[in-house]
């Protein structure tokens, strides 16, 4: 009916933007990463030609990634806050997926606004409101003391790793709950009445078969949260001025944007890239696999 | 033999429903509502408080003194109308928004059509393509952006274009996928009938499968000018300074010096803006399947019915 | 209406082939349907029948072979071009336009006239039983309505051929039904050809002139109703239309005007189909033509056997007899008979030799 060149021609221009300025900046991280730097104007030399690289830098980050090494202290504290924030984010966002998906009744609609709606307010926004809260003379110090939980107004700003682990969990829960509450809500009701029928206790009914049903959308809600988390400099920098919290996106920002030596940052991305390229891979594949669901066009 | 009849339980009375509930109020409908408003709370609340202080009357960001307008338009210094840093901001976000728009919408659902159609070899690298700028983490993205303009495409400088041009990046997959669900759920069968009928190609697309569309179209639209003008990473690594400073990088700065409440005024304007423009694309996406759902046919939007 | 320029609606095609990837839908099929027919493709699911019509609509290209409309190959042509129109399995109406746009559109492509626009449409839909419904949404019309505007849509451009896809699988039985009567009637009225896709072998048989059954990418048989019915080609017809009461027999030798066979003991005469087969071979015998008597009643062709079991139809009873020789067989037995039929009962089944089609293998 149509062309068969019509569709291609379609994509066309599409794919040339992203080979361009996708496909291309992301080959030149790795040229610059496995560049050389000039040693007069200290700029870096992005290598294209494969067979010219030069992993010196790569080497080097490694090293420094190594126990005792400089970055060492800093991967593992990001895969710490990683990590913890994964965990407080599931066992928050589960219950709360859960209850919109299958208990809600009336008020599911405006439950699922209520939980879109931060999707939609500026990360910025969310965390300048939690800076306001967290001053010294803020709302949580004053109800803390004032209910005598704190003798005295405590600096949750000045460089605690609980702060930012919570605002890591404030700022990205939302898109954990969603996916979460997608896979729960797509569990088809007649599988529970099957298992209630079949004689399991509503408790033994979620352990063995919400909970296995949910798997996907908890391992892909997991891994769409990690991912920007692990990349995050933000974060820290906003409600916590120090180093000592700082994450493996603040060493990419810093040599980049105050160290002056972006070979190194580019090598630290190259790295981070790698490292994670499982999870990238795993959640391109959820997405691929869920639009091929339905039946071809 | 004689049974002695037992009186059938008709109703439960209001005691023992309440000892029924305080036996167990852990009991897991109640346990979850609790979790569940009070995360909703937790989560907007705080945003409702950083409002309320963009009202405040004096530069505090923490204590209530009285509500006025200054620091949207009173303050002759601060306040966002009148300070020069926050309207450029204003400006800059208003203008990467409109430029993400008209440029990764036409692209983004044309690379949607030719996907969804496309049979050949080509099309399967094309779709990983397309969705590689989902997964890629934001600073990535934003550190190969910056060294592709300084090494490569060094004619671009960072600054305004820089910035729209990595927009544009990655917004054309959100236009891609939200169209994709619609051109599922529309089906080859109206460009059929509409070829069955006498319609050329050409008319099949433009009056039949793009009017289908424009849902989609709309929507996909709303989004990218909101995730644009929500955008901070890109926008900060392209940035070339002030004049190009989008709200997002005032906030950012303002949150690490000296906040004044005129950040949460310009802050709560965005907001309103973004949440403004998804409701008139939710109310437009559904003002255009009404007639569809009525005959219910399925109107699917990124894995949701609506 | 009626076709105005002389075109009959002849469909030929001409060894018709159709591959996809891994699958061969069409598999080199040949059919001449004359004009003014309501000729229907009849098949289970996966069997090619809707891959047909899609080729001759246009919608797919063939990999080999020739789709002939009133002499001309169209095979290459694109579907904007061909004269002939669809009713689609699920209507597609065009839900941003109302009824009348949705009508007009064809006529509106041609770029007629739109005092002619306004006549035609206002034709095809007192054709269909839908006037005054001009400003309906499609999503205000009911299914039945619906496929009625699909309809409308369709003739009122006067194609030479008007193809049909499961137009009524979508319906309630009791509308179904209704609708059959009415699609009959109107290809009677128009004239044209129909071309009618269906699962549906009752649907089939009630409203074709000639049938066409499918399996498998090809033709199994073409015939009137009656003929496929009553005289099976092959194993899958007889199978396919009604209940056949397919059973193995080996076919000796010639005995009068037909055949010798033996089911299992049993020696029967079978007087049609292929009686000049020899060896083994397959008997059918609609159940209606199954006569049941006293076991032990005497005659040609009275194999004894027992009522296994008995359903009751509304209509008939259906009963299904258990033969001395090991088969099964089902008989239709009208009321009024039915005493002597009971569950248990030792009967005598008589299979008339006419009504004995004997299938080679």
Redesign the interface.
């Known amino acids: 009916m149509y062309r068969r060149w019509l569709w291609p021609g379609f994509a066309l221009p599409g794919i040339l933007w992203l080979i361009l300025l996708f496909v291309v900046p992301a080959y030149a991280v790795v040229a610059v990463g496995f560049g050389t730097v000039d040693p007069v104007l200290l700029q870096p030399v992005p290598l294209w030609n494969p067979a010219d690289w030069n992993t010196g830098w790569l080497v080097e980050v490694l090293h420094r990634l190594q126990p005792g090494g400089t970055f060492f202290g800093v991967a593992v504290r990001t895969i710490v806050y990683v990590g913890v924030a994964l965990v407080l984010s599931l066992l928050v966002g589960y219950p709360v997926a859960y209850y919109i998906a299958r208990h809600a009744g009336r008020t599911k609609n405006l439950l699922l606004v209520l939980i879109i709606l931060p999707l939609w307010i500026s990360y910025l926004m969310r965390m300048l409101a939690w800076v306001n809260l967290l001053a010294i003379d803020g709302y949580v110090n004053r109800f803390l003391t004032y209910t005598h939980v704190l003798s005295e107004p405590r600096d949750w700003l000045g460089g605690q790793s609980s702060t930012v682990i919570l605002a890591l969990v404030y700022g990205y829960i939302p898109y954990l709950i969603l996916p979460l509450y997608a896979a729960l809500d797509r569990i088809d009701r007649s599988h529970l009445e099957a298992a209630r029928d079949l004689g399991a206790s509503p408790w033994a009914t979620f352990r063995t078969v919400t909970l296995p049903l949910s798997k996907a959308g908890i391992l892909g809600g997991a891994v769409l949260i990690t991912l920007p988390m692990f990349g995050d400099y933000y974060t820290p920098n906003i409600v916590s001025g120090a180093p000592t919290t700082s994450m493996l996106g603040n060493q990419i920002d810093f040599y980049f944007h105050y160290g002056g030596q972006p070979t190194i940052g580019a090598a630290i991305t190259v790295v981070l890239a790698i490292f994670l390229t499982v999870l990238m891979a795993y959640y391109m594949w959820t997405i691929h696999r869920a639009a091929r669901d339905v039946p071809a066009v | 033999m004689s049974v002695a009849a037992e009186r059938p339980a008709a109703s439960i009375s209001t005691g023992e429903r309440v000892r029924g509930w305080l036996r167990n109020p852990w009991g897991?409908?109640r346990?979850?509502?609790l979790?569940?408003w009070t995360?909703?709370v937790?989560?907007?609340v705080?945003?409702l408080?950083?409002v309320q202080?963009s009202f405040n009357a004096t530069r505090?960001?923490?204590?209530w003194q009285g509500f006025s307008g200054r620091w949207y338009w009173g303050d002759p210094v601060d306040s966002v109308w009148h300070d020069p840093t926050l309207r450029h901001a204003a400006l800059q976000s208003l203008k990467l928004g409109g430029a993400d728009v008209l440029v990764a919408t036409p692209?983004?659902v044309?690379?949607a059509?030719?996907?969804?159609?496309?049979?050949?070899w080509?099309?399967r690298p094309?779709?990983?393509?397309?969705?590689?700028?989902?997964?890629?983490?934001?600073?990535?993205?934003g550190?190969?952006?910056?060294?592709?303009f300084?090494?490569?495409f060094t004619f671009i400088h960072t600054g305004t274009i820089a910035q729209i041009?990595?927009h544009?990046?990655f917004s054309?997959s959100y236009v891609?996928?939200i169209v994709?669900g619609r051109?599922?759920s529309?089906?080859?069968?109206?460009?059929?009938?509409?070829?069955?009928?006498?319609?050329?190609?050409t008319?099949?697309l433009t009056r039949?499968l793009l009017?289908?569309l424009t849902p989609a179209i709309v929507a996909s639209a709303a989004v990218v000018f909101?995730i644009s003008?929500?955008d901070?990473?890109i926008s900060q690594?392209l940035s070339s300074g002030g004049g190009t400073d989008t709200?997002?990088i005032v906030?950012?700065g303002?949150?690490?010096a000296a906040?004044l409440p005129s950040?949460?005024a310009i802050?709560?304007i965005?907001?309103v803006l973004?949440?403004l423009s998804?409701a008139l694309a939710f109310l437009a996406w559904r003002a255009f399947t009404r007639?569809?759902?009525?005959?219910s046919?399925a109107t699917e939007f990124g894995?949701?019915t609506v | 209406m009626g076709t105005e320029n002389g075109n009959r609606g002849q469909i030929e095609l001409i060894e018709l082939r159709k591959e996809f990837a891994e699958v061969v839908a069409v598999d080199g099929i040949d059919l001449d349907v004359p004009g003014g027919e309501f000729f229907s493709l009849l098949g289970p699911s996966g069997c090619g029948k809707t891959t047909t019509l899609r080729l001759i609509a246009g919608f797919e290209q063939p990999t080999s072979g020739r789709i002939l409309l009133d002499g001309g190959d169209v095979a290459y042509t694109p579907p904007h071009k061909r004269n002939v129109n669809t009713v689609f399995q699920n209507y597609a109406l065009f839900p941003h336009l109302n009824v009348f746009d949705n009508v007009a559109f064809g006529l509106r492509r041609a770029k007629r006239p739109k005092a002619e626009i306004a006549e035609r449409v206002g034709r095809a839909l007192e054709l269909v039983q839908l006037s005054g419904y001009e400003r309906r949404k499609s999503s205000q019309l009911s299914g039945g309505q619906q496929q009625r505007v699909a309809l409308a849509r369709a003739l009122v451009l006067n194609p030479a051929v008007l193809l049909l896809d499961e137009p009524l699988g979508a319906l309630d039985a009791k509308l179904r039904k209704a609708l059959q009567i009415e699609l009959k009637a109107l290809q009677q009225e128009v004239g044209i050809t129909f071309l009618y896709v269906t699962h549906d072998q009752e649907e089939a048989l009630t409203m074709s002139d000639r049938i066409a059954v499918m399996s498998e990418g090809h033709v199994e048989q073409v015939g009137t109703p009656e003929t496929v019915y009553e005289e099976p080609a092959t194993v899958f017809v007889a199978d396919f239309l009604g209940t056949s009461n397919l059973m193995d027999v080996t076919v000796d030798g010639a005995d009068g005007d037909g055949c010798r066979v033996r089911l299992g003991d049993v020696v029967l005469r079978a007087a049609s189909g292929a009686t000049d087969a020899r060896g083994e071979a397959k008997i059918v015998i609609r159940p209606e033509h199954v006569e049941l008597e006293s076991y032990g009643a005497p005659g040609e062709n009275r194999v004894p056997g027992m009522v296994e079991r008995t359903v009751y139809l509304g209509s008939a009873d259906q009963l299904v007899v258990h033969l001395a020789t090991g088969d099964t067989i089902q008989a239709l037995v009208r009321h009024g008979r039915s005493t002597l039929y009971e569950q248990g009962t030792p009967v005598a089944a008589h299979l008339p030799a006419d009504a004995i089609r004997v299938l080679a293998r």
């Open positions: 897991r409908p346990f979850l509502v979790v569940t995360y909703v937790w989560s907007i705080p945003v408080i950083a202080f505090s960001r923490t204590v692209i983004g044309l690379l059509i030719g996907l969804a159609r496309w049979r050949g080509g099309s094309a779709n990983f393509l397309m969705l590689f700028p989902l997964v890629t983490p934001e600073i990535v993205m550190v190969s952006l910056l060294l592709v300084t090494h490569v041009l990595g544009v990046t054309i891609v996928v994709r051109l599922f529309i089906g080859r069968q109206y460009e059929e009938a509409a070829a069955d009928l006498g319609a050329s190609p008319v099949a039949v009017p289908l909101a003008l929500d901070f990473v690594w709200v997002p906030i950012y303002a949150t690490r906040p950040t949460n802050a709560t965005m907001m973004t949440l998804l007639e569809e759902r009525r005959a046919v894995g949701f």
